[in-house]
């Protein structure tokens, strides 16, 4: 069960009012907090439950806001994402502006970017993965980009690596309230999970650290001819020339620039993409390319699940 107490000052409210879940019934004030009775359950309004029942199964999108923050409206490319799962994201979204703000986890301001800046952002990397795909996150955080990727893509498995245990707890919250059953967490950091979760075909991970550094985690995680995704901003061309060598002395070739989310997100979210190619030692493998490069590998169509 998800849940925290909340100062009256920081309820969250959806469309235009406090949370009620279930029909909601008497408001009990205990402590300073606030909290709504729903016959026998009481769910605390800017929690993560409270977010998930109140968005439910809805087919339309929630108007949301937290401490004065208002929650951005759900882009219509959302629902070219994410498809029949829309309303997972939407549970999600609601998760972050939620507990993910109280806990720490996402920025207060964020609530303004969630769709664009961080769920979208994230999951239209979809389109880079293979079906039936092993897919580790590494340093999952707030679960960016592994539960936008896992709602996106449930004909994959997903693996969220997390070192902190206030950040695993509110990833594993999540995945049980979504029932995300291609998706598990493991708390750890990326060294030493490699015997729990090794030998996966993708790695990826979103800000987490310098390229040289995140591939020196990431290389270890894969299987021979497994591919390295990390999400970048404009830094990403730079860091890729910068750290290249390096990273080939990981295994790790062809690294490239990919651009996905033309016509869904804006700007297109960056991707260092590469490919391992062996266990240790200088690997040798063609230049690094950046952006179109004709010798690029295709990008495939995100799906509609």
């Known amino acids: 069960m998800i849940a925290c107490l909340l100062p009256l000052s920081r309820t969250t409210h959806l469309m ?12 009990l004030r205990r402590e300073g907090t606030f909290v709504i009775s729903t016959g026998s359950r009481r769910v605390v309004p800017g929690s993560s439950e409270a977010a998930f029942e109140s ?23 959302a629902a070219v994402v994410f498809g029949a799962r829309i309303a997972l994201a939407r549970r999600y979204i609601a998760a972050l502006a939620s507990d993910g703000v ?3 986890l996402i920025g207060p301001r964020e609530a303004g970017r969630l769709w664009s800046r961080h769920v979208l952002n994230s999951a239209v990397v979809a389109e880079l993965l ?16 592994g539960i936008p990727l896992a709602i996106a893509r449930p004909d994959c498995q997903f693996v969220l690596v997390e070192p902190l245990e206030r950040r695993v707890i509110f990833l594993r919250e999540v995945v049980e309230a979504l029932e995300l059953v291609n998706c598990r967490v493991i708390r750890g950091r ?23 550094r995140l591939a020196s985690w990431s290389a270890p995680l894969l299987r021979v001819g497994g591919e390295l995704l990390a999400l970048k901003g404009s830094s990403a061309a730079a860091e890729m020339l910068r750290d290249g060598s390096a990273v080939a002395s990981l295994g790790l070739i062809d690294l ?50």
């Open 256 to 305: 490239e620039v990919v651009s996905v989310g033309k016509d869904l997100v804006e700007p297109q979210t960056l991707v260092i993409r590469g490919r391992r190619v062996s266990t240790s030692g200088k690997a040798k493998g063609r230049k690094s390319v950046v952006g179109d490069d004709k010798r690029a590998r295709p990008a495939r169509r995100p799906r509609n699940m």
């Open 16 to 27: 235009g009012r406090p949370a009620v879940v279930g029909g909601g019934s008497s408001e």
């Open 102 to 104: 109280v806990r720490g």
């Open 190 to 212: 990326a060294d030493q999970v490699i015997d729990e979760c090794g030998a996966a075909d993708v790695v990826t991970s979103r800000a987490v650290a310098p390229l040289e």
């Open 130 to 145: 293979t079906a039936a795909w092993t897919v580790i996150d590494v340093g999952s955080g707030a679960g960016l980009p």
């Open 55 to 77: 968005h439910g199964e809805s087919s339309s999108p929630i108007t949301t806001s937290f401490s004065g923050q208002d929650i951005e409206p759900e882009p219509e490319a």
